[in-house]
């Protein structure tokens, strides 16, 4: 009897595996536990997987610098977590879908914070905006200190570079904003007398096309969904190309400033 529960519990336990995927390595526990998933696109996930995928507290870091701490449900950022993005800011509080959306403290890379609701990780008039974090009386989270093997240094080193023979050019090699965002940029009566900063990313296909229009900070979501929308009837670019092919491309790091006020 002790024999035949050991062999049942062997089969019922988790284990600990090595799977090659399309989009990269996961290393773990298998059905469902603790491991590492190595995305070529998405960067290095870290916490309690579900059949490969993320699902419970974990933790990723993206190819941009970016980092996330917190709660995901099959994979995207959902409940309670926050945000370190490349461009400076954090975001804490509520997150659904994705991005932050819900209650949640922004603080800004030059030291104002805004405390309210935010939609798509952009602040939006349901909330206050502070000049200081003693002002707000809040503190800057820091993101916690992890161990990262070698191999994961590695690994998120090769993913930043993109090993790419050539990148994603608009058109002759001229400014995106410049050449196109700003002469299509139409200004609604809400974006009268503001002004607003528009961190964004976005990925350039194969054939040249614009897919995936990210907003990864913003002061104001009127801005931010007018700058989705040009984007998103942005001409052809030039793709990027590796081993002489061309290949997807992600644009990162992107920031528009916007200025009503005078």
Request: a positive charge; proline letters at 5%.
């Amino acid at each position: 009897m002790l024999l035949f529960f050991s062999i049942l519990l062997s089969l019922y336990s988790p284990q600990v595996d090595t799977l090659r995927l399309d989009h990269g390595t996961y290393i773990g526990e298998l059905p469902a536990g603790p491991g590492k998933m190595y995305h070529n696109e998405r960067g290095l996930y870290i916490g309690t997987f579900d059949r490969t995928v993320i699902n419970g507290r974990g933790v990723l870091f993206k190819p941009d610098g970016s980092r996330y701490v917190g709660n995901f449900v099959k994979g995207a950022f959902q409940g309670h977590g926050r945000l370190f993005m490349a461009t400076g800011a954090v975001i804490c509080g509520e997150f659904r879908g994705g991005r932050a959306n819900g209650l949640d403290t922004l603080y800004y890379p030059d030291g104002k914070v805004f405390i309210g609701i935010m939609q798509n990780n952009g602040a939006t008039s349901q909330g206050k905006t502070y000049k200081t974090e003693k002002a707000a009386k809040v503190i800057r989270p820091e993101f916690p200190e992890m161990e990262l093997s070698e191999y994961d240094r590695a690994f998120l080193d090769s993913i930043r570079s993109g090993d790419y023979d050539s990148p994603a050019v608009f058109k002759d090699g001229s400014s995106f904003f410049q050449a196109y965002i700003s002469p299509n940029f139409v200004y609604s009566e809400k974006m009268s007398q503001k002004s607003a900063v528009v961190h964004y990313e976005f990925t350039v296909g194969e054939d040249g096309k614009i897919s995936d229009v990210t907003v990864t900070s913003s002061t104001d979501e009127d801005f931010s969904k007018e700058l989705i929308r040009v984007i998103k009837r942005s001409p052809k670019w030039t793709p990027a190309t590796k081993d002489g092919k061309p290949v997807p491309y992600t644009v990162r790091n992107q920031r528009a400033v916007f200025n009503m006020a005078n």
